[in-house]
């Protein structure tokens, strides 16, 4: 048989590295705290129309890689009751409706002409299990009444077939299928591709806006695109991702929440361990430059699209913005000769950007202004950032963000500005490895290899003094050679401790440290000390 292996693009996570997403992830969420955010934890799937309003139909994300699927028709029980209750009504216009809620029918009633009691259930299917869940209903209350004067009745949906089945007087149970459609619509339903516009949807749906607070949200879980797999890009991948909305008198339009969220990545990278990012800034204006500029463009690119790939022509018609998302090399020199959108921003825009240049400077963030930089994402307004890094290759964007004064209306909801970023949790991780920091962190402080089977009760309880003391120990095994021990604990540990007869007598125990090839004789009581200090080189 052919073994089963995780679906192209998604992976396994697995210790040691497990370790290392769980470090950032705490980092991330102590770094959120001192900036006073707060977690949300918003639905992995949303309506697809979220997203196509939201991040924009035209966007690489919506039109190429989203999973996407049509949700099962839904079944309706009150229309389906409501349209039995109009038939039954010529067929027994006399019963008498009994309260039922001891019951687990749906309804009972008693026929007036031979008293029968009735137990109705509304079911999507008239399938085995619901015709015995009925049956068992009936039964006992059968047996509870002492009367078999006790019916059951499975009212359901019929593509076709008789209307009207009466109640089957030899068994307990009849059926009663009922013409008609009872399922609501499909929906369609898509795995969140970011995490921006849920958000925003949940803002408007829980009404948060409604404090008159600025609205300061952070997130990390899983992430879904349809791309192409390759290292740091995956079909499913953990964003960490921080919003701060709220109405404009909170504040939320304020060039200063722009360049506190970004001191604020810049201070995460620098505790996260990650040296040598880049950020990288634009503005993309507002509605109404983004408008102006996007007709500027369609006017450049009159002239030159015909050179271009098949997926710029279609943008140069219904979104010229994105064709400077284009990575296709020959496209490349064209791009770079079309107008800028720093040329088309208004007076307060230019303004804007400036106050959050000011207020980078004087915080001592550094930054690149990139003209080009548009981001992929049909919600921007005003600055849009990315932070790079070298040691990731082509996927080189570690996270990136910007500013959506209008996404809150674009769904339907009240003006809400707001200010965002998300970071490849994965990207990170990458980053994080080949910088080579992490990976000694996560080494458990001492590997105990007891000598002989007949330690081995004596290294647990030398483990759990040691696991108490706060320490992350790796318990051997005694019927392990010493050699395979030091081989084992050498993958996995900072140290070895040796535990054998002698040891135990004499409370003394041999300590060898990896880093420094030193070999040293450790009374136990001083051992949690010394390992901690150390082993942590
Ligand atoms: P984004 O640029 O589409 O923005 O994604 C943010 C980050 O997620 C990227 O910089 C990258 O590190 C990571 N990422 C994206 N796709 C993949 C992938 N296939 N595999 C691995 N990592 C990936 C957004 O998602 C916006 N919601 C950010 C935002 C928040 N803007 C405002 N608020």
């Not at 990896?514 to 949690?528: D, H, I, N, S, Y």
Request: charged letters at 25%; aromatic letters at 8%.
């Amino acid at each position: 048989m052919t073994s089963l292996k995780a679906v192209r693009g998604t992976r396994d996570l697995l210790p040691p590295e497990t370790a290392l997403w769980n470090r950032i992830e705490a980092t991330a969420r102590a770094v959120f705290a001192r900036y006073n955010f707060g977690e949300i934890r918003t639905p992995v799937f949303e309506d697809t129309a979220l997203f196509a309003r939201g991040v924009g139909e035209e966007t690489d994300i919506v039109s190429k890689e989203m999973y996407t699927w049509s949700d099962r028709e839904r079944f309706d029980k009150q229309a389906l009751r409501r349209s039995w209750e109009t038939s039954y009504t010529h067929a027994w216009p006399r019963i008498e409706h009994l309260p039922h809620e001891k019951s687990d029918a749906d309804m009972v009633f008693r026929d007036p002409d031979d008293g029968r009691v009735i137990f109705i259930s509304f079911v999507e299917k008239a399938s085995t299990v619901t015709r015995q869940s009925l049956e068992c209903i009936v039964n006992a209350d059968r047996q509870k009444c002492g009367t078999d004067n006790i019916y059951g009745l499975l009212v359901y949906p019929a593509d076709a077939g008789p209307e009207n089945v009466d109640v089957n007087d030899t068994t307990a149970i009849g059926e009663w299928p009922v013409r008609g459609n009872f399922f609501a619509s499909r929906q369609s339903l898509t795995l969140r591709p970011e995490n921006t516009a849920g958000v925003v949807r949940s803002y408007i749906e829980n009404k948060l806006g409604e404090s008159g607070q600025l609205q300061k949200l952070y997130y990390i879980g899983p992430q879904f695109r349809r791309e192409r797999p390759q290292k740091g890009r995956y079909r499913q991948f953990s964003q960490i991702g921080a919003e701060v909305i709220g109405p404009p008198s909170s504040g939320s339009e304020s060039p200063l929440r722009d360049a506190e969220v970004l001191e604020m990545l810049a201070t995460l990278l620098d505790e996260l361990g990650i040296t040598g990012w880049t950020l990288e800034l634009n503005s993309v204006g507002s509605a109404a430059d983004r408008a102006r500029y996007n007709e500027t463009l369609r006017a450049a690119l009159v002239p030159v699209v015909s050179q271009m790939c098949v997926d710029c022509q279609r943008r140069a018609v219904t979104n010229p913005l994105r064709v400077l998302d284009c990575k296709v090399p020959a496209d490349q020199p064209i791009i770079d000769t079309l107008p800028v959108i720093a040329d088309s921003l208004d007076e307060a825009s230019r303004a804007h950007f400036a106050q959050v240049l000011a207020a980078l400077d004087a915080a001592g963030v550094p930054y690149l202004r990139n003209q080009r930089l548009v981001r992929g994402l049909d919600y921007y307004t005003r600055t849009t950032f990315e932070f790079t890094h070298g040691g990731l290759g082509a996927q080189n964007a570690l996270l990136g963000g910007g500013r959506y004064d209008g996404l809150s209306e674009a769904i339907g909801g009240p003006k809400a500005p707001g200010i965002g970023f998300a970071m490849g949790e994965d990207r990170l991780v990458l980053t994080l490895m080949a910088l080579e920091t992490a990976a000694r962190h996560e080494k458990a402080a001492a590997f105990i290899a007891p000598l002989g089977e007949g330690v081995n009760p004596a290294a647990l309880a030398l483990a759990r003094e040691l696991r108490r003391a706060g320490l992350r120990i790796e318990l051997g095994e005694g019927g392990f050679r010493l050699k395979k021990s030091f081989e084992a604990a050498d993958k996995c540990a900072r140290a070895i401790v040796i535990l054998g007869e002698d040891e135990l007598q004499s409370g003394i125990l041999t300590v060898k440290t990896f880093a420094t090839g030193m070999q040293t004789k450790v009374p136990r009581a001083e051992l949690a000390v010394f390992l901690n200090q150390r082993t942590m080189v």
